[in-house]
């Protein structure tokens, strides 16, 4: 089994930026895949940004050039560095990690961009 705890969400006013953090504890792989995901009040979940163990990155065109995901394998946490935020990036994020050909997923934090 694999617990994942995401914190750093919050409040932030149109422009300001969040990161957002995902730790990993249990049994965990060396392979794996993990990415941030969100939902919006009435919309469905979607995908932000991914990332593999090998660093390959993929993000939502939503979200390129303002949004950096990394990792660090030491502490097993992978981060969402969110730049330039604006009111429709609003939503509760998830964390998801992929490994042994099974996804785990964090509790959610909610990020709110208001003035």
């Known amino acids: 089994q694999v617990q994942l705890v995401e914190s750093g969400g919050g409040l932030v006013q149109p422009g300001g930026s969040l990161r957002l953090s995902c730790a990993a504890s249990g049994m965990i792989f060396s392979i794996y895949t993990m990415g941030w995901y969100r939902q919006a009040p009435e919309k469905q979940r979607e995908l932000v940004a991914r990332?593999?163990?090998?660093?390959?990155?993929n993000y939502a065109d939503s979200v390129k050039g303002r949004f950096t995901i990394s990792t660090d394998n030491a502490k097993n946490t992978v981060y969402l560095q969110m730049n330039s935020l604006k009111p429709e990036d609003t939503a509760v994020y998830y964390c998801?990690?992929?490994?042994?050909?099974?996804?785990?997923w964090g509790q959610g934090t909610q990020v709110t961009v208001s003035s």
């Open positions: 998801e990690r992929i490994q042994g050909g099974r996804n785990y």
């Open positions: 990332i593999t163990s090998g660093g390959s990155t």
